[in-house]
Structures are given as structure tokens and as C-alpha cells.
């Protein structure tokens, strides 16, 4: 089926910068929503950042203006360049995708998780 095959996680310093990368295999079709949610230990899964292929975006309020999500449609490839990195935002980073717009979330493709660590 459908695999989200994710890089760019690792240990960084705060106000330092990563960019993860996201690239769904497996699957011809454009996929209507991809982006990244977050879970830190001890909280829910969050979102972080979405887009759809058509540019629409959904940014958490506490990453905006720091993260940047981007994406090349033809490729079914998503990017989050993350900015200025604060302690907090420590959690394993989650792609997601959804197929098309009404498609059930509990049916969304879900990545493996990269930890993202940020610590001096």
C-alpha cells in the first residue's frame, strides 16, 4: 500500500535549525493533505503543520513563524524546515497523510516517528 518514508530528525541545539523530510511510496496519486504532528513525552499527539496540494496551510500556534511546511506535489514529498528551535519543541515528529479530503482520518498514512531532540 501506502508508505511515508520520513529523514531528518536528530539533536540540535536550541535556536538551531532541522528540516525533515517526508516522501510518500507506493502510490501514483496525489495525495490531498500531508503534513507533520508531534508527540513529547507525557502529551497528546499534536498537529504541527499541514498542507494540501493546493497550498492550503495549518500551522500550530506555537511554531508559527519558526517552521515552514513545504511540498513538491509531483513527488509526493513533504518538508518542515524548523527554525529558531526551542527545548519544547523535543517530541517525535510524525508524517501524515490524507488521500483526499473527506477521507476518514483514522484512515490517514502515518510515517515511523523521527525523534526530533533539542538540548544544549
Known amino acids: 500500500q501506502v508508505q511515508l518514508v520520513e529523514s531528518g530528525g536528530g539533536l540540535v541545539q536550541p535556536g538551531g535549525s532541522l528540516r525533515l523530510s517526508c516522501s510518500a511510496v507506493?502510490?501514483?496519486?496525489?495525495?490531498?493533505?500531508m503534513g507533520w504532528y508531534r508527540q513529547a513525552p507525557g502529551k497528546q499527539r499534536e498537529l504541527v503543520a499541514t498542507m494540501t496540494s493546493d497550498t492550503s496551510l495549518n500551522y500550530a500556534d506555537s511554531v508559527k513563524g519558526r517552521f515552514t511546511i513545504s511540498r513538491d506535489n509531483a513527488k509526493n514529498t513533504v518538508y518542515l524546515q524548523m527554525n529558531s528551535l526551542k527545548p519544547e519543541d523535543t517530541a517525535v515528529y510524525y508524517c501524515?497523510?490524507?488521500?483526499?479530503?473527506?477521507?476518514?482520518?483514522?484512515?490517514?498514512?502515518w510515517g515511523q516517528g523521527t525523534q526530533v531532540t533539542v538540548s544544549s
Open positions: 501524515n497523510g490524507r488521500p483526499w479530503r473527506w477521507w476518514p482520518p483514522s484512515r490517514d498514512y
Open positions: 507506493g502510490s501514483t496519486a496525489s495525495i490531498y493533505s
